[in-house]
């Protein structure tokens, strides 16, 4: 039986911790008080975006999870058919998506998934994608603020726009956007 030199296991062992591993550690934070989410990168913050959590009569859940799957195009079985993109599932049927009702985001807003402005949520999940489902923790805090949703300083990119088959109001104050689509 051959036997290795004690250099050979050295020299392995400083090559094993100068290599940096594939996948780097995310971190999602919520916090529903502020309805704001930070995206960090091996402990760097990345992205900061505005979010919407669950309106009154309704909850996000607290706590620490990680991706269960990821839909690039999903549409919520239970409200409306209402367009997910960029789902990223993480309690059940709660989601990370993007929402094209992107006038409530900084408030409570939806049926309790967290919502992110389109193009925010699809940086996200091209992030997750890349890092992998198994290198992402997503920890959700806080409580939703009972005052009135807070206004965006930034205008919506809808604003002045001449189409208006951007929102469609629903008994229950929900929405549904989709491009092209004409009610």
């Known amino acids: 039986m051959a036997t290795w030199p004690l250099s050979t ?9 100068t290599v940096p591993s594939a996948f780097a550690r995310v971190l999602i934070t919520v916090d529903k008080s502020a ?6 990168v091996d402990g760097a913050t990345r992205y900061q975006f505005a979010v919407s959590t669950a309106r009154s009569g309704y909850s996000t859940p607290n706590g620490t999870y990680h991706p269960q799957r990821m839909e690039r195009s999903w549409f919520s079985r239970e409200y409306y058919n209402s367009p997910m993109p960029h789902s990223i599932f993480f309690h059940g049927g709660y989601a990370i998506h993007g929402s094209y009702e ?14 992110l402005h389109p193009s925010n949520a699809a940086t996200l999940f091209a992030l997750v994608k890349s890092q992998g489902m198994g290198a992402t923790t997503i ?26 088959d951007y929102e469609r109001p629903y008994s229950n104050d929900e929405w549904l956007f989709t491009p092209g689509f004409h009610w």
């Open 139 to 164: 920890v959700v805090s806080g409580s939703n603020p009972t005052s009135a949703r807070r206004s965006l300083s930034a205008p919506s990119p809808y604003a002045g726009s001449a189409r208006r």
């Open 35 to 40: 309805q704001q989410m930070s995206v960090s």
């Open 9 to 17: 296991f050295i020299a392995a062992a400083m090559l094993a911790t």
């Open 102 to 115: 992107i006038n409530r985001l900084g408030g409570p807003a939806s049926h309790g998934c967290i919502r």
